[in-house]
């Protein structure tokens, strides 16, 4: 594991920490605690599972081996770091099968980092509902380290954010907003970071566009107040209770949510 420290690191404790399963992850998720570190509130790291080399290639990147494509997408991910004006980045550069299988040395990994921070304010990753499997295991090594924890030193609050499934669906009881509107300048120069994606994949589009599309669509009778939302699910009762407790929160919210569609055809 690789821990790397920006030359435009922010000076004062880490208060908000990200972990996500791929490089670019964390700025489409986790842009409300790297805005709030801009702002000020706390410094801001995050936590990289895999190391990306078997991603899609777009035709200028088809000749370039796995272990090549890990190295761009670290530097990448390094750049984006830079431009965020992170406190630090540490690299586990393991792969996906790891990551879904809840290997045990990531989770002590994350255990230790965890333990060397202060107590943070907020831990940002991937959800239970996201319908990409290696996002759903770093979900799960998270909460296995946050779980080896003790109950003092786990994070004030722990959301599970969208990426690969909106959470646009999910009950209003249960969905946290993040408005991060006003600043798709500072967004797109993020996104703009990860050139090998963004050329299969229009993620730097994407991202602000879906912000911008949950704005609008978020509420049907009154005026955009936001140019801009993330959707996450508030998952910190989830660091005080096991695999069957996760099974329970996920089967409660699905069956609020198909509470709402049967209200809705009465």
């Known amino acids: 594991m690789e821990k790397f420290v920006p030359s ?24 409300d605690g790297i805005l709030r570190s801009a702002r000020g509130e706390g410094g801001f790291a995050g936590v990289v599972l895999t190391d990306g080399g078997q991603c899609p290639r777009a035709p200028q990147f088809a000749g370039v081996s796995d272990e090549d494509m890990a190295q761009l997408r670290t530097a990448e991910q390094k750049r984006a770091a830079e431009v965020g004006g992170y406190s630090a980045l540490y690299l586990f550069e393991e792969t996906s099968a790891a990551v879904k299988s809840r290997d045990g040395k990531l989770v002590r990994g994350l255990e230790e980092i965890l333990l060397e921070l202060p107590r943070l304010e907020v831990l940002y990753t991937h959800n239970p509902f996201d319908r990409h499997s290696t996002h759903v295991g770093a979900f799960c090594i998270v909460m296995d380290a946050v779980r080896r924890l003790p109950d003092d030193r786990k994070p004030r609050r722990i959301y599970g954010c969208e990426v690969w499934r909106d959470l646009d669906w999910l009950p209003d009881s249960v969905k946290t907003e993040f408005d991060v509107g006003g600043e798709e300048k500072f967004a797109s120069e993020l996104m703009s970071c990860f050139v090998t994606q963004n050329a299969v994949k229009r993620y730097d589009i994407a991202a602000l566009a879906r912000r911008k599309a949950h704005a609008t669509f978020g509420r049907s009778h009154e005026g955009d107040t936001s140019t801009g939302l993330i959707y996450a699910v508030d998952m910190t009762a989830l ?9 329970k929160f996920v ?7 198909d509470g709402d569609l049967h209200r809705l055809w009465k």
């Open 239 to 247: 660091a005080c209770t096991d695999d069957a407790g996760t099974e």
């Open 8 to 31: 435009s690191a922010r000076d004062g404790d880490v208060a908000f920490l990200a972990v996500s399963a791929h490089k670019d992850d964390m700025e489409m998720f986790a842009f």
């Open 251 to 257: 089967g409660d919210i699905l069956a609020r949510f």
